[in-house]
């Protein structure tokens, strides 16, 4: 039994089909099974890690998907694996953590690093960069107003597909060819935010506008528009700082490891194209 956190995540939607298809049994995580909408081939197990009972949670479990908000959690969901006897855990990390960034979100990575490979099974690290996903914080302005806001100075990033996150995390959770390896995951080029916004541009066939911004009122969007708390803001940008000079580089791990190149941005772009659409009228 294969359990999932994050279930019903970007990263997680992705994953539980894909370890479904390759004919493991899964146990997936949320806080809402109402609200959840999980493959129906998995068993959907509802709790909150903040007031989790982990030893009932990680009962008969073989191998966990350690994937949270935060990755606070993650010291304690380790060593109770380890007790529940969990066999390998594998652990969704950031590139922050190679790079050596200083972000409190990349500190908290790199410490449940360190507390997945002490726990005791066999482990996994798998560092992805920024998801090609982000680009859904897109999806209202150009909704609205056919538009993309973006902060001044946004670094050229090489967005990953979480499809390919999934596809690794499922061979490092299916085989035992991965314990003890540690992936960086990105995507095949860096793209400016510019050509990002041309490129969606194409799939949606109508230009949208690209306008950049001072952080200020970016920061001011964030609250006023999505009502971010201060403290979300502050992190959004202390990690942007902290990974801005390291975005833009691209790791081969994704084609080395699935023997395919990465997906691209512009296949995102195309199979999410009608998001983007409903309701612009334009
Ligand atoms: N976005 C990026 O570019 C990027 C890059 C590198 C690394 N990362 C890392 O990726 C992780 C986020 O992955 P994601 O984007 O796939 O997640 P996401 O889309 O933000 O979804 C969050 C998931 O966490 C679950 N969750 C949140 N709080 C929970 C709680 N208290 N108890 C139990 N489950 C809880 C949610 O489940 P329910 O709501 O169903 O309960 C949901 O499945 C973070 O660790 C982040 O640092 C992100």
Redesign the pocket.
């Given at each position: 039994m294969i359990f999932v956190?994050?279930?019903?995540?970007?990263?997680?939607r992705a994953l539980v089909p894909a370890l479904l298809d390759a004919g493991a049994a899964v146990r997936a995580?949320?806080?809402?099974p109402a609200?959840?909408r999980i493959d129906p081939r998995a068993d959907v197990v509802q709790?909150?890690?903040?007031t989790?009972d982990l030893p009932a949670l990680l009962d008969g479990v073989d191998r966990v998907f350690v994937?949270?908000?935060?990755?606070h959690?993650e010291p304690a969901v380790a060593q109770a694996a380890a007790r529940a006897g969990a066999t390998h855990l594998v652990k969704?990390?950031?590139?922050?953590v190679h790079f050596g960034q200083p972000d409190p979100?990349t500190l908290a990575?790199a410490e449940a690093e360190q507390a997945v490979r002490e726990a005791g099974p066999a482990w996994t690290i798998l560092r992805?960069?920024?998801?090609m996903?982000?680009r859904f914080a897109w999806l209202r302005t150009i909704r609205e107003e056919n538009a993309v806001y973006v902060p001044e100075g946004d670094p050229a990033s090489a967005l990953v597909h979480?499809r390919d996150i999934a596809a690794v995390a499922t061979l490092a959770l299916t085989t035992s060819a991965h314990e003890g390896a540690t992936y960086q995951l990105t995507g095949g080029e860096a793209l400016t935010t510019e050509r990002q916004v041309a490129i969606l541009s194409d799939a949606l066939g109508r230009e949208i506008e690209y306008v950049e911004e001072p952080e200020s009122a970016a920061r001011q969007r964030m609250t006023r528009m999505y009502g971010w708390p201060a403290e979300a803001v502050d992190g959004f940008f202390a990690l942007k700082r902290a990974s801005a000079d390291h975005e833009h580089v691209v790791f081969g791990t994704v084609e080395r490891l699935l023997g395919r190149p990465p997906l691209t941005f512009a296949g995102w772009a195309r199979e999410n194209a009608a998001a983007f659409t409903y309701p612009y009228r334009g």
């Open positions: 956190l994050g279930a019903t995540g970007k990263v997680g995580l949320t806080r809402d609200k959840a709790a909150d890690l903040d989790a994937l949270t908000q935060g990755a959690h969704l990390s950031t590139t922050g979100i990575h992805p960069g920024a998801f996903d982000n979480v």
